[in-house]
């Protein structure tokens, strides 16, 4: 009477989880598309009424955003997205410059043509959406330069500690492209960067990065 045998109670877990995931996703990529924007709240109950669930796997995907620095909880306040404010993303930046300082080394001292053709079509790319005033799809196309040049680097670990950045990287290049009056200059930042890693020398390389990098920060932090 109301008694799960063992198995539907296995089922019933995996369903719960099935719908946990699907809230996550969703959620994460409303976040990082700007859907739902930085400071925003998230009221669980709201969720789950306009989903037609319960708040269980709400409350699940809503930990695992926390637990992954896309959620923050404050006292009297409640959840909301985190916000990238300059000082974190100075921080952010300043992890940002050590791998990817590391990943441009290595490219530098060993690339090819095709790699280089990659990164130039990325900056074409950049361009035609700084050229309309896309900034979501001018960020994804900067994220996708600096996610190939990770794997140009050939270092798993660079890969895999990068990766770790990445969601808040784009909420950081959202906030921080933005503060640009002219979108179209951040396309033409990263000609540097290609640049530097033709000459063949890591050291240039590496200081074009930091330039690059300091370059986006210090353009952020003017607009304020």
Known sequence: ???????????????????????YFDLRTKILSGQI?????????SIAKSLGISRAPVREAVNRLTEAGLLESRTHYGTSVIQMSTETIRELYAVRNAIEALAIRGVAERHTS?????????????????????????????????????????NPYIE?????????????????????????????????????????????????LTEHIMTSLEAHASAK
């Open 114 to 154: 095709e790699d280089m053709k990659s990164l130039r079509d990325l900056i074409k790319t950049m361009s035609g959406f700084a050229g309309s005033g896309d900034l979501p799809g001018l960020v994804d196309a900067e994220l996708e330069f600096h996610e190939v040049l990770w794997r140009m680097a050939k």
């Open 160 to 208: 895999k500690v990068a990766g770790l950045l990445f969601d808040h990287l784009r909420l950081a290049l959202t906030v921080d492209n933005a503060g640009y009056k002219n979108l179209m200059d951040v396309a033409q930042e990263h000609e540097p960067l290609v640049k530097a890693i033709e000459s063949g020398d890591p050291d240039k390389a590496a200081a074009a």
């Open 1 to 23: 009477m109301g008694v799960l045998k063992k198995d539907e109670t296995n089922i019933s877990v995996i369903q719960r989880h099935s719908v946990a995931d699907q809230v």
């Open 37 to 45: 924007a930085q400071g925003e709240r998230i009221v669980e109950a």
